[in-house]
């Protein structure tokens, strides 16, 4: 389905919990956030029933995030069942690598072909400081997991001035000698840090730190693909890519929607604007599910505005929504 503004709208991104076992510095307060009671968060049939009906309105990927996914108990069923889903020709998982060494089989024979893995740092002390606590040793073992699994990976960097600018090489490194696709993200001030200016590092200044060490060919996106600009180091056997939500938005490629665990539907992350399908689903009206699902879709804004007025968007953790 195309949206007002002639997007074509095939991405779903899909919180199946607000709970992670992580505190990341950029997702959440140091204090934390309250977690929804289990009564508020959907039922993963009421989450089949909401891909079911996007289905029909042309959602062929559906990405499953959290919080972390891989903490909800039954997740492994819940995705056996996703991707048997008539229509869905994709089912990846965003997570923080925690658990994977354990869970990367049942991944796989699940059905997720796609992980997203969000590592901010190669280095022990800087990824227990931006994680408040994480294990990083337990990350690389379930990205050893995921690769023997033959699971697509891919890394999502958030950089950040003076916490883990100085690792955009090494991280463009490992494209060398891993099949991987590693993102740079541009810090966004979801959460309003105190002076959270002075963390973003711009997709430009991230392409100037890669440019001086390597020769970087520009290459395609595939079907699904996200927002980043693709590029290859010559001789590579991965990729890596730049995502600038804030300086360079990208907005007039945004192909997805998104349901937060508690099912609500937004068009933008950076908008405030969302719409209960608590309703719909009470009802068990598939079509009123449907429609609310097309008015979503309808009412995606041209472009976000955070970068210009913070204040059009309120602050939030990441987490309550699925990044």
Known sequence: ???SYGRTINYLRLSITDRCNLRCCYCMPAEGVT???????????DMLRIVEAAVTLGIRKVRVTGGEPLVRKGVIPFLHRLSGTAGIEEVALTTNGLLL???????????????NVSLDSLERETFAKITRGGDLEKVKSGLVAAEEEGLKIKLNMVVMRGLNDHEVVPFAALTLEKPWSVRFIEYMPTI???QWRDRIVTGAEVLGQLEGH???QTISSGRYCGPAKPYRIPGARGTVGIITPMSEHFCGDCNRIRITSTGQAKSCLLNDMALDL?????????????NALRDVIDGKPRQHRIAENPQLCAAFSMAKIGG
């Open 1 to 3: 389905m195309k949206d």
């Open 35 to 45: 977690a929804k009671n289990c009564d508020e968060i959907l039922r993963y049939g």
């Open 101 to 115: 060494d354990g869970m990367a089989g049942d991944l796989r024979r699940a059905g997720v072909s796609r992980l």
């Open 192 to 194: 309003r840090e105190p």
């Open 214 to 216: 390597f020769a970087l």
């Open 278 to 290: 608590t309703p719909c689903l009470r009802s068990g009206d598939e079509n009123l599910l449907r």
